[in-house]
């Protein structure tokens, strides 16, 4: 699934996004959406930090629901009133209105600017 999204991740490694899960599930940190045994959507997120730290739709599959789910369903892991935070494109960059826009309908607040994988986020 990767493949089909990478162009949503600038500067992603696929290496990296691949040892990053693979830390996730052993920490049972990762939740996926699946059809008829394939994986259709992905969320990987930190106990720790409570932090949403990845979220990817097959392209497919989007507008039913799936990514809604899969984080209200994180969002039930963590005691209610939890702050959860993620970061996600700046508000300028127009690749990433449909992501600022659903957080932004689930609650999570613009903070401090970042730099990720040589990206301003």
Same mark, same amino acid.
């Given at each position: 699934m !990767?493949?089909l999204?990478?162009?949503? @991740?600038? $500067?992603l490694?696929?290496?990296v +996004?691949k040892?990053?899960?693979?830390?996730s599930?052993?920490e049972?940190?990762? *939740?996926v959406a699946?059809?008829n045994g394939?994986?259709i959507?992905?969320l990987a @997120?930190s106990? =720790?930090?409570?932090?949403?730290? @990845? *979220?990817?739709v =097959?392209?497919e599959y989007?507008?039913?629901g799936?990514?809604?789910?899969?984080?209200k369903k994180?969002?039930s !892991? @963590?005691p209610t $009133?939890t702050?959860?935070s993620v970061?996600?494109y700046?508000? =300028? =960059? !127009?690749?990433g209105r449909?992501?600022r826009k *659903? +957080?932004?309908?689930?609650g999570f607040? &613009? $903070?401090?600017? *970042?730099?990720?994988f040589? +990206?301003? &986020?």
């Open positions: !990767l493949e999204v990478k162009h949503n @991740f600038p $500067g490694e696929k290496e +996004y040892k990053g899960l693979q830390v599930i052993m049972k940190e990762a *939740l699946k059809e394939l994986v959507g992905a @997120f106990n =720790d930090s409570k932090e949403l730290v @990845f *979220l990817a =097959d392209p989007r507008k039913m799936i990514t809604q789910n899969l984080i994180m969002a !892991l @963590f $009133g702050q959860l970061i996600t700046r508000e =300028d =960059d !127009l690749h449909a992501a *659903l +957080y932004q309908n689930f607040k &613009c $903070g401090e600017l *970042l730099t990720v040589e +990206y301003p &986020c």
